[in-house]
């Protein structure tokens, strides 16, 4: 996310917990760094001041509600009229007219409860951040990831509004252009209080669609 952020010639804040700063010494010099748990409502303050854009990853670990204070601390500090972008599964629904895979329902329903039940990682916490963000009235985007794999980057994801589009069947998309799509959204006006969710352009189903036609 920072390299394509980079690349397009934004500055870039980034922030992350303290153990995590050392991932980020090839941006050294390029990027500043505010360590620190995004849930921390000043971390978030200190960092977001000024941005236009403001790209967060959702992620659902541990049982403190995480993700729900990250979210939340983004939107209450971001400037009015910065674009947010926010990171989460398939698994989300905005308007409950998503239509699932068996496995995505099956893996939901047993990693979530085994997960809770070790305290590792606890669902409801993304579930809840999301409502919060689709409730609020900044330009959000939260972008729903498929099945994740490594690679290099075959281009901008194809989206759609409701899993269960053919399009998207194949589930799975390379981290890098997750990433790419992320970045991408930050100046598409189309995608301004959209949840899209995306798969590999280069995936067995998006080639079976067809070229993009622009719109869902
Ligand atoms: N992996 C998949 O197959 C998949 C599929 C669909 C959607 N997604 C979505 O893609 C996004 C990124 O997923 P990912 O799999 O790349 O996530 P990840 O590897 O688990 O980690 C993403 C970030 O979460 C933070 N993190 C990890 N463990 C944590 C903990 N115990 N407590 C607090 N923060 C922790 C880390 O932040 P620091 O930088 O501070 O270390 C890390 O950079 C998420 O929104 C996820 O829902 C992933």
Redesign the pocket.
């Known amino acids: 996310m920072v390299r394509h952020a980079l690349d397009r010639r934004y500055e870039v804040v980034g922030?992350?917990?303290?153990?995590?700063v050392a991932?980020l010494d090839a941006y050294k010099g390029r990027i500043r760094v505010v360590p620190g748990?995004?849930d921390d409502r000043e971390v978030i303050r200190t960092a977001v001041a000024g941005c236009d854009g403001v790209l967060t990853?959702?992620?659902?670990?541990?049982v403190r509600r995480?993700?729900t204070g990250t979210a939340q601390a983004v939107l209450d500090h971001a400037r009015p009229g910065a674009r947010l972008v926010?990171?989460?599964?398939?698994?989300?629904t905005r308007d409950g007219k998503d239509v699932y895979p068996w496995r995505l329902r099956w893996f939901v329903k047993v990693f979530g409860w085994l997960a809770r039940l070790a305290r590792?990682?606890d669902l409801d916490d993304?579930v809840e951040a999301c409502r919060r963000v689709f409730a609020s009235d900044t330009l959000w985007t939260v972008v729903?990831?498929?099945?994740?794999?490594e690679g290099e980057s075959q281009g901008l994801p194809r989206w759609s509004r409701h899993v269960g589009d053919p399009v998207l069947a194949s589930n799975l998309?390379r981290?890098v252009d997750?990433a790419l799509f992320m970045v991408a959204a930050l100046t598409d006006g189309k995608l301004v209080r959209e949840a899209p969710a995306i798969v590999g352009c280069k995936s067995p189903s998006a080639l079976r669609a067809g070229p993009a036609a622009g719109a869902p």
Do not use: N
Request: hydrophobic letters at 40%; proline letters at 3%.
């Open positions: 922030v992350c917990r303290e153990r995590s991932k748990a995004t990853v959702l992620v659902p670990w541990g995480y993700a926010f990171s989460c599964g398939w698994h989300i590792v990682a993304q729903r990831g498929s099945d994740l794999e998309t981290r997750f």
